[in-house]
């Protein structure tokens, strides 16, 4: 259904202040739900504020008040202690600060521990390349990647997220380390339909289509091995370094931890983006398979998806997570 992106901030903040967060808080994870829905990434939107109302109801929805508790910090980093908060609002406060600090440093990077879901990355990444700021991050979450070789989930479906700004569409790379992502489970689940086959496995350790039976087993690494290295690789990063949860040998909240790069720290920013613009012009002429309208680069989809519904004034939401989001307003 689609709805005007006024009314869905405003059905946002009114659902989340229900739940008993601030004004403030409330704001900052509209802004990322919301953000989702016009880049065509649902599994991030709407239907995480479902998940809130459950956390909510069970009691596990940190409602304290918004503040960054910085651990220790200098001129190119800064380490925060999340204490279980969603991460919206945590992660773009620290951006916050980390686009102060490189206005001198020109390179910071942020350790964040123990948050809850820290929601769609890839808006994070375009609010830095458009300063024209090179983005890179990992994040962690409890659980769901199975991997290679295992049955067992261990690690979360911990997505790398790149951000490059360019002359015009930026460049961004936001990619689960799993097949398919928690939030296509929730989707699929709250809209009563199934995944696709060859992604997920049940608690036997079998293949099956059925998101509630995901849920009780995981889902499988993209590429094999080389999908559930990345995974370990982000864990490590995410968790480890930050002092967040690793695994299930680690216990703690989700982690968060990304680098803030300014390009003229190597080089003239008209001349990266020049050549930025070359390869992407490069890869749009390159000849084209049977089939083939388009070769697109990561993130100009969801750009484009974006930039149509803003034009518009419109987004669009699933009928059936809409109808539920209201239910409870």
């Known amino acids: 259904m689609k709805i005007k992106v006024s009314e869905a901030n405003q059905i946002s903040q009114k659902f989340l202040e229900k739940l008993g967060l601030s004004p ?61 908060k969603l991460g919206y609002g945590v992660i773009y406060k620290s951006l916050d600060l980390a686009f102060e600090k490189i206005k001198t440093s020109r390179m910071v990077s942020v350790r964040i521990k123990d948050l809850g879901v820290t929601g769609y990355i890839g ?8 300063k024209d700021l090179i983005f890179i991050g990992f994040n962690n979450s409890p659980g769901g990647l199975v991997p290679y070789g295992s049955k067992k989930e261990l690690w979360g479906t911990n997505p790398m997220t790149i951000g490059v700004p360019t002359e015009d569409t930026p460049v961004i790379l936001d990619m689960a380390s799993t097949l398919t992502t928690w939030g296509e489970l929730m989707v699929a689940k709250n809209e009563g339909r199934e995944i696709k086959p060859g992604v997920a496995i049940d608690a036997d350790g079998k293949p099956t289509t059925d998101p509630v039976k995901a849920m009780s087993g995981g889902l499988l690494p993209f590429a094999g091995y080389k ?30 931890f990304y680098i803030l790069i300014d390009p003229t720290l190597f080089r ?58 209201r239910s409870e307003l």
């Open 227 to 256: 999908g559930s290295g990345l995974g370990l690789i982000v864990e490590l990063l995410a968790g480890a370094l930050t002092g967040a949860r690793v695994g299930y040998a680690v216990p703690g909240g989700w982690g968060s």
């Open 24 to 84: 403030e808080e409330s704001t900052l994870i509209t802004e990322n739900v919301v953000d989702a829905e016009l880049a065509g990434r649902k599994t991030h939107g709407f239907v995480r504020l479902i998940s809130f109302k459950k956390q909510s109801d069970e009691k596990r929805l940190n409602i304290d008040a918004l503040k960054l508790d910085i651990i220790d910090e200098s001129p190119v980093h800064i380490h925060i202690d999340g204490h279980g």
């Open 123 to 130: 808006g994070y990444a375009r609010k830095a390349t458009e």
């Open 268 to 325: 003239p920013l008209a001349d990266f983006k020049k050549d930025i613009k070359a390869a992407i012009t490069e890869l749009k002429n390159a000849p084209k398979m049977d089939g083939v309208e388009e070769i697109y680069f990561p993130g100009e989809q969801s750009h484009r998806l974006r930039q149509e519904q803003l034009s518009g004034e419109m987004v669009d939401i699933s009928d059936k997570i809409l109808e539920q989001v």
